[in-house]
């Protein structure tokens, strides 16, 4: 079946301009993440949806971030006046919703490549 | 000290050798861990998740030690194909993923 799915696959923008990332998680799985990838580094946490709400944005680094969730599916990551320090790789994951205190297994999409100039 | 810490190698091994990486948590109540695998410019893969003492899956071997708070990835007769890099990651709460940086392995001919 499809997998997780992001668009763009890589954007270049302008300091100061917004961007607007947009992941697809798999058809069913209720739970969806954003996380963050520097050049060289782990995946940062940014945000957690549980259906349409997000009960853990805590990740999201200031209030230029910003994400939704539309009917239980598609989310989009949206980042204001971004800086140069927005270049990452931004990924997202999704799974079915954890339960029991057990973690299911989150599945990727391919990551959107963000260049700020 | 960061909450997940992984030795970034990278290590440089030949093909059929076995090779151990190691990975230290600070945070003594997580229950879940996991080890991802990540190809250059692609997405994460889930290799093994560990809720207990270990988890074995063919060449692959994992081991959770609670008491010293380190979880370790054992590749047996490693493969042209296992170079990528290994990251770690412990559960936080029923769904975070706190990641550590990576461990880069390179397998030669």
């Known amino acids: 079946g499809a997998g997780v799915s992001q668009s763009p696959s890589n954007k270049v923008t302008e300091k100061g301009k917004d961007v607007e990332l947009r992941c697809d998680p798999i058809?069913?799985?209720?739970?969806l993440y954003w996380y963050r990838q520097r050049l060289g580094q782990g995946l940062e946490f940014l945000i957690y949806?549980?259906?349409?709400?997000?009960?853990?944005k805590s990740g999201l680094p200031s209030d230029r971030f910003s994400a939704e969730r539309t009917g239980e599916s598609v989310s989009t990551l949206t980042i204001q006046r971004t800086q140069q320090e927005d270049s990452a790789v931004y990924l997202c994951?999704?799974?079915?919703?954890?339960?029991?205190?057990?973690?299911?297994?989150?599945?990727f999409g391919p990551g959107t490549r963000l260049l700020v100039l | 000290r960061k909450e997940v810490e992984q030795d970034p190698g990278p290590f440089n091994v030949p093909e059929g050798a076995t090779v151990a990486f190691n990975c230290t948590y600070s945070?003594?109540?997580?229950?879940?861990f996991f080890w991802y695998r990540q190809d250059c410019r692609k997405e994460p893969k889930l290799l093994m998740s560990?809720?207990?003492s270990g988890n074995e899956d063919g060449r692959f071997t994992a081991q959770l030690n609670r008491a010293s708070q380190y979880i370790s990835l054992l590749i047996r007769d490693s493969k042209l194909s296992d170079s990528a890099t290994y990251l770690c990651a412990r559960g936080d709460s029923s769904y975070k993923l706190i990641f550590g940086s990576g461990t880069r392995l390179l397998v030669r001919p």
């Open positions: 949806f549980q259906g349409n709400s997000a009960p853990d």
């Open positions: 560990v809720y207990s």
């Open positions: 058809s069913g799985h209720t739970a």
């Open positions: 994951a999704s799974s079915l919703i954890p339960s029991g205190g057990r973690q299911e297994t989150q599945y």
């Open positions: 945070n003594s109540a997580s229950q879940s």
